[in-house]
């Protein structure tokens, strides 16, 4: 089958060696190609397989969805689908849609917990970058209106210098704006760099773009050991890290590092159990990335992420948090890896039991993907934010999921099945 996608989609015989890779690139590509988007979208589907992923087509659903999931204990992110947008009434909608969605979800009490997503794109960035910036201000200004924030997605590598300047003139005026780098780009350690350096809210993703190999590591094991460096800067950084991953090794990982920085392996001065206070972290002032024990696992993944992470110099600099929408993550202690260790399959159990503070940090998830994963983790005091998409271009985003899971196309394929 992989040799197959391999000849149809042009790839190399380096591709056939990794089977999981050549699916992966191949979704990937289907997910820019019109034809194969008609043909899915016209497919007899079983709404159970959008619905799984994606939150509803209107702002009633995705309210509903969002208001479950804090029913749980789990906060949201979410994002109204449609990007790539060639019209500037359509980005004006965008914006507007946005302005909509935030007013809903503070009439029912979701804010705080529930911030909005936000790729450029969608508000007009291909059409006339000002344009998009301007709307991005507008959005902002009814995130804070409404008591919560926005993070702002990125996109292809194509417009990551664009996008990391929009969210700094975002920042000037909205410090609470949100940044995303992904650890597969070449780039993203030095740019992890830069905003650890600045402060700020920061959402490290694996990447879910088709990237050329010059820009990017196109191994799974080269971007996961890019994740664990990158990581280890932000931890040590000024910053509030968003830790968006389902991969159970860097779960771990996220929670050791963090630890590390509350039990004396960093020269940090902790502050006293209940939590940290927002706005009021302690200094590191010679911040070095720990030496995280990652148990193996029975794999040579967790060693070699182990030594990935350890390995990362880091500068001096101060821990710093910007509590005013992330009050929950700035009080919730945590002790899973307060003794710099963590067991398999345990991150984060026993965090708000034991009373421990650790530094600041917040797991994100994909909506549909590890959901009991997500709730365990909430439910020993973790802070667990689920990405959730919503509207009725959800095309390009099932598409990129199911490239970034196996389990995720199995899925896809017994709901074709079952409709055949």
């Known amino acids: 089958m992989s040799g197959v996608v391999a000849v149809a989609f042009g790839l190399g015989a380096e591709a056939l060696r990794d089977p999981a890779g050549v699916l992966r690139t191949a979704l990937l590509m289907m997910s820019g190609d019109p034809r194969v988007r008609r043909l899915v979208s016209t497919a007899p589907l079983t709404r159970g397989v959008v619905e799984r992923f994606v939150a509803g087509e209107d702002v009633a659903a995705a309210v509903r969805v969002a208001g479950g999931l804090r029913d749980t204990g789990l906060w949201v992110s979410l994002d109204l689908l449609g990007e790539d947008v060639t019209d500037r009434r359509l980005a004006e909608e965008s914006a507007t849609a946005y302005g909509g969605l935030l007013r809903a979800l503070a009439d029912v009490g979701l804010t705080p917990a529930a911030e909005v997503s936000v790729k450029l794109s969608a508000l007009g960035a291909r059409v006339d970058a000002a344009l998009a910036r301007d709307l991005a201000l507008r959005v902002c200004q009814a995130a ?8 702002v997605d990125m996109e292809d590598h194509t417009t990551t210098d664009a ?7 975002l920042r000037r005026e909205f410090g609470e704006t949100g940044a995303v780098v992904q650890a597969c780009l070449r780039r993203t350690e030095a740019d992890c760099r830069d905003l650890a350096a600045a402060g700020g809210r920061v959402r490290l993703c694996k990447g879910a773009y088709a ?3 010059s820009v990017a590591y196109t191994r799974r094991a080269e971007v996961s050991a890019s994740y664990a460096r990158c990581l280890a800067v932000l931890m040590a950084g000024r910053g509030y890290p968003m830790v968006a991953t389902h991969d159970p090794v860097l ?6 590092l963090a630890g590390a920085l509350a039990t004396g392996r960093l020269p940090v001065s902790a502050p006293a159990a209940g939590g940290w206070s927002a706005g ?3 200094t590191a002032p010679q911040a070095e990335v720990p030496q995280v024990e990652v148990p193996s696992a029975g794999t040579s993944q967790a060693g070699t992420l182990q030594a990935e992470a350890s390995s990362v110099a880091t500068p001096p600099v101060e ?3 910007d509590g005013r929408f992330d009050r929950r993550a700035a009080e919730v202690p945590r002790g899973a890896a307060s003794q710099g260790a963590v067991s398999q399959g345990a991150a984060g159990q026993g965090a708000a039991s ?15 993907v590890r959901p009991g994963e997500q709730r365990r983790l909430a439910e020993a005091g973790e802070t667990v934010r689920v990405y959730v998409p919503c509207g009725r271009e959800w095309y390009g985003y099932l598409m990129r999921r199911l490239a970034e899971r196996p389990a995720n196309l199995l899925f896809f394929a017994r709901a074709l099945r079952s409709t055949s």
């Open 163 to 169: 996008t990391l300047a929009v969210v700094a003139d």
């Open 211 to 213: 990237e050329p190999a």
């Open 280 to 282: 009021r972290a302690p």
């Open 319 to 321: 821990l710093a948090v």
């Open 251 to 256: 779960i771990e990982l996220a929670a050791g």
């Open 144 to 151: 804070r209106d409404a008591g919560t924030c926005v993070t």
């Open 354 to 368: 034991q009373g421990v503070a650790r530094r600041p940090f917040e797991y994100q998830m994909l909506y549909g």
